[in-house]
């Protein structure tokens, strides 16, 4: 059940009223079997996965506790962990891997090993197992207790506004104000304006901008090899724009689903598009992601402890195994190593670059010197973009080398970038949308709260002048049933 | 309940209320809004038509509604009838239509023409959506979706807006105001295209050879009976005349068999197309359909064939029926107009101009012009537009019998304004010889260019222009 359907808005509306209307001690069962019919409405038999890394978890986290040595702790939480990463692996990475040694049999002269197996990968298995992995760690270095309630922990795992996309929670965080279900009346009238804000502004970001920038950003992503610099580039300018509002809203929406049910998840994106760095951006991009990577990889690996060789060595192995939990393919990779490169040369640079400034009498602390950081932090991110959105490793550096070589700037005054995908009354939506975007993030940036907050703290005309706007602008611009792909005025189709 | 919930829930409430509204008018706009095509629905003009005035019902789809005319039965007889007919009409839809009509009317014969019956669903997209999106969401409409869609789309065509969203790429003047000919026009689709080199399969000449009907086939045609049954009306087929292939003709006789089985009539109209006079090299738009001139044959033998064998009320001077009076008065605009438009001489044109209805408002825009037609001038001058006054340059209007001139270009006063109806408005200025902007309607640049006279038309009963041309 996406979010953006027809199910969702009848499913939402009538979870949300019984979670009301329940009794206390009956809600957290309600929202755990919401869940787990929202989780089955994608395909019934990924009950059985998440129900196992459910009880393996739960019933680790316990082990855990009620252990006396620290070995036993230590080997009972290394268990658990391969288990899970095992089933992740199985279900996600296996074709990977067998795709990668058929390739090194090849080369040896073996015959290459069919896939006995024919997995479905299951919707959100990264994330939901991220998120109980966190769990069992937090167990055992003690920033939690084990969780002795079953439903409790069952929705920590499952709670759906986060359960397919994230945020990947933290135990810390959300179990927490699991516990308090049964203890406080969570219906709050700003929870729920600011929560439903949060909601439509999601899908204005998913549907009318994502989804439009997806129809561009598809077509020259597939003929790489016959457009220009100009496509190109816009290309990835717009896929930028793209896996940012598509992610962005998919969090937003589920943030706000969860603040209308008085439970606050943690922000997952804060205008990573303002970075001044990659080390900024990565503090405001996909925030639960990298700090789950910081927390319970970087970290444990040394962090920046054991001297600055192994910190930029665990920064760049972290990044790879970013790279690669985004997707079971070298170019996910590549995009990881891009990342981890960009960070270990800002680092050693960094000496070098304050040096620069000083000799040139460069002014840091003025608003030119912020935007022109701000634009090369963009152009890096989005030109590392290319890997992770290109079919493969090589179509990425075709794609690339086309960009700088393949000059065509004629295309944005003879009219013939609105002939690659989208028209211009397209083009103009998506500005139109583009420049709302940007003043939302304006906003977010300066004063630190975001749109829903935001507009709850406002007089009521703008309020809704705002929510209704979002609204009529998701139904009649969002990209949504059947489209009439073809300029022509059907009326005269006859 | 304190005072703060209560506010809170009364400024919920409004807001639902308002945000509803709007969402209601925005749905109005983006809404599907033609059946035949360019705004023209003939659904849109049965939900305009008051209770049980239909008498006679003619179903079917674009055959039906460019050869059947409801206004020449009208006009020869006062026979209520009305065009149930859409673009791409299909079996399915055909029954619908028929049902939605029958919820408030009470046609005592309802005649459905056949070609539905050798086609599905068709190929054309916007067909689909005409034939399911124009009927208001009721039952009858779920129904007919039910039976229609596939699964996959049908959760798209009940709710609709997954459909129709999209049309902000096209959406025109009449998606935001009344298509004033949907208020009376009966379902007809007027067209005076001449396509000469049309034809008509020799099947018609040959034997009967019935084919096999399909089991579907025979279903369409019970379903059909039964309805007539139901509702007390007299069912007849019809098979309106176009290029049909042996197959089809097979089919029809194989109708005709089921027909006579049943006791009921059907007229094969491309059999008898020589009968009716009608000539191939004038009466038919294209291949498939009839025109203005084959249709008001069509439509005259239709009058007397059912006036003939029914008992049907003759209705003029009743002031309820005053659509299809207003239907003859367009249709005989349209007519008027076509003419106009195929004058090549402005003495030719200006000969027609006293045939003018109270509701054409006729505009006559000259220029000074070097070499300027003689002919033209006299024509001007025997229009009443003296000389000098040509020579001056100008526009007059001719309304209701009466000529005034409205603009002189030699006066350099400020434009002149002419509002026409709400929504429209007609600017006149001078800003040269030659020279664009010199008349404009609705931001329309309709100025002479270079030409000496110009003519414009602009109709009050459609709310629109319907003639310009320049000489």
Known sequence: MLFNSLEFILFFPAVTLGFFLLPKRVKPVWLLLASYFFYMCWNPYYIVLILLTTFVTFLSGILIDKSKGQSSKRLIMALCIVFNIGILVLFKYFDFILLNLNKVFGVFGVRAVSNPFNF??????????????????????????????????????????????????RSGNLLCQIKDIRKKNLFDYQNAVSGFGLMLWGLFLKMVIADRAAIFVDKVFTEYYALGSVELIFGAVLFSLQIYADFAGYSSVAIGAARVMGIRLMDNFDTPYFSKSIAEFWRRWHISLSFWFRDYLYIPLGGNRKGTFRKYLNLFITFMVSGLWHGASWNYVAWGAVHGIYQIVGGITKPIRERCYDRLNVKRNTFSFGLLKRIITFLLVAFAW?????????????????????????????????????????????????????????????????????????????????LIGLILSIVVFGEYGIDFSSAKFIYFDF | MNKTTLKRLIAAVIFVIVTLGLFIKTVDILKWKDTTGDYVSSLEQLYNTPDDLIDVVFVGSSHTYCGIYPCIMWEKYGISAFDMSVSGQDRISALYHLEELLKKQKPSVVVVDLYAITYGRGIVEGNYYRNTLSLKPSVNSYRHMKEYCTEDEFKSYLTRLPI???????????????????????????????????????????????????????????????????????????VMPYDTGYH?????????????????????????????????????????????????????????????????????????????DDDLRYFYHKLYVNELKDCNSASALLKKADRLDKDEMFFVTCEAVEGADPEVVEALIRFGIEKEAQERGGTWLLVDGVLTQIYDNTDNEWPKIVKLGNLNTMEIKYNGPGEGGNVRFNNIDLSNKGAQVGFLIYDKLIGDLTLYKTY
């Open chain 1, 120 to 169: 479905l990968l299951p919707v959100g298995i990264s994330f939901y197992t991220f998120q109980a992995i966190g769990y069992v760690i937090d167990v055992y270095r003690k920033d939690v207790k084990a969780e002795r309630n079953f439903i409790d922990y069952a929705l920590f795992v499952s709670f759906f506004p986060q359960l397919v996309a994230g945020p990947i929670e």
């Open chain 1, 386 to 466: 290319i890997f992770f959105r290109a079919r493969s490793l090589k179509a990425s550096l075709i794609y690339i080398s086309r960009m700088f070589t393949c000059f065509d700037p004629w295309v944005l005054f003879n009219e013939g970038i609105y002939g690659v995908a989208l028209s211009r009354k397209e083009f103009n939506i998506l500005i139109v949308s583009v420049i709302v975007l940007f003043a939302v993030s304006v906003v977010k940036y300066k004063k630190k709260i975001d749109i829903g907050t935001f507009l709850y703290e406002e007089n009521l005309w703008f309020r809704w002048a705002a």
């Open chain 2, 164 to 238: 129709v969203h999209t049309r902000y790429r096209e959406l025109q003047k009449y998606d935001f105001v009344d298509y004033l000919p949907n208020d009376f026009c009966r379902g007809e689709g007027l067209t005076f295209n001449i396509d000469p080199y049309a034809s008509l399969s020799e099947a018609r000449f040959s034997e009967p050879f019935p084919a096999e009907l399909s089991k579907e086939d025979v279903e369409w045609l019970d379903r059909l009976r039964k309805m007539s049954e139901e509702h007390g009306f007299s069912l007849e087929f019809m």
């Open chain 2, 248 to 324: 089809e003709q097979g089919v029809y006789d194989a109708v005709s068999l089921y027909a006579d089985r049943y006791g009921l009539q059907m007229n094969d109209l491309n059999r008898m197309a020589d009968g009716l006079g009608l000539d191939i090299k004038r009466d038919f738009a294209d291949a498939l359909h009839l025109n203005a001139f084959g249709a008001c044959k069509v439509s005259d033998w239709f009058a007397d064939y059912l006036t003939e064998r029914y008992e049907l009320k003759d209705h003029r001077g009743d002031e309820s029926y005053r659509q299809w």
